[in-house]
């Protein structure tokens, strides 16, 4: 079906074409190159991020954490029932067993209280997902983690630029908590090149690593600095990194990053002030003050699965896209019988009832009113 107001319109700067030009220009369009290099020191600078890796998508990024963790057929890793396939596929693919936690009841993300009593002595990692780009308790999940010997390997893939502050009061970039981290640049997301993603590395001890499986298990990056004068097969690896094309496109995008963030702050402010009026029959999204907000999606969460249905088809009549999120991983065809018989209440809860609303950038002040208005006007 064709909306006349779509759900996502992926962002295009302009400047896209004019980098992979010159990409192709330079003839070295292969990975690594030239456009990886800013957007990688991008990162590192402006976040605080000890090293990244530019990757074919945040699959991939979560992919590298799985081998880099050296997870085994018998591990355990946590990881919320509310999430995306690849949070919990990518350590599937290593033989671990995955532990689903429930939400919040106030928030769509992992509930950090109810962590620790699913921890066993196969426990290996606990993979939070910072949903809808507002943070977990870090102060919470990194404790847990410090106390049982853990791993943590932050799914930021919604997550780029916004915060954790902590109870010291440090401000910190979400995916520089964890030992690990995993950021998307699908077309969905506030920054995007169609497919594409980064691996976030903050223990040291992961650096050298990181850089041989991300090139196919091999020292090839050592030698291209000049580190080692020849390189061979040292580790396991895959094909991780992505062309000098993706990249250059990537840098177009985060050369915009401001711009970006402001527009669709502004816009999830407007969503936020004209759906307030009605809080009978939904919530609103709630971001705890420890959380900056990113403006990555405007939600809402019915107090009854029927009357979001009936919310989606009722947009849908006037051409508005709206549409519903993850369905609990712990009950999908390929986990269900694999997943001991715990009932994740909260997790099916915003399984049935939560709503996306159009968040682009292109969307107009008065289409957003409009959208608002239809939803307040159809409990009339
Ligand atoms: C988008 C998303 C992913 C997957 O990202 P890709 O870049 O498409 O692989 C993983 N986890 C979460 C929470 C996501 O939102």
Known sequence: MNYSIPFNKPYITGKEVHYIYDAVATGKISGNGKYTQLCQNFFE??????????????????????????????????????????????????????????????????????????????????????????????????????????????????????????????????????HLSAFSFHETKNIQCGEGGLLGINDECFMKRAEIIWEKGTNRAEFFRGEVNKYGWVDVGSSFLPSEVTAAFLWAQFEDLDKIQQRRKLIWNLYHKMLSINQEEYQLPRPPAYSTNNAHMYYLVFNKASNRQKMIKFLSEKSIHSVFHYLSLHNSPYYIAKHDSRKLINSDFYSGSLLRLPLFLELSDETIKYISESIIDSFK
């Not at 590298?64 to 990881?79: R, S």
């Not at 993300?109 to 009593?117: C, H, L, P, R």
């Not at 606990?126 to 390997?153: E, Q, S, T, W």
Request: aromatic content about 8%.
């Open 45 to 178: 600078e402006r976040w605080g991020f000890k090293k990244t890796l530019l990757t074919t998508s945040c699959t991939d990024a979560l992919e590298m954490c799985a081998l880099l963790l050296d997870i085994k057929p018998g591990d355990e890793v946590i990881i919320p029932s509310y999430t995306f396939v690849s949070t919990a596929l990518a350590f599937v693919r290593q033989g671990a067993k995955i532990v689903f936690a429930d939400s919040r009841n106030d928030h769509p993300g992992i509930d950090e209280d109810k962590i620790e009593e699913l921890i066993t002595p196969k426990t290996k990692a606990i993979v939070p997902v910072h949903y809808a780009g507002v943070a977990c308790d870090m102060d919470k999940i990194m404790d847990i983690a410090n106390r049982y010997n853990l791993f943590v390997v932050e799914d930021a893939a919604q997550a780029i630029d916004s915060y954790f502050t902590g109870k010291d009061g440090i401000k910190r970039a979400l995916g520089t908590i964890g």
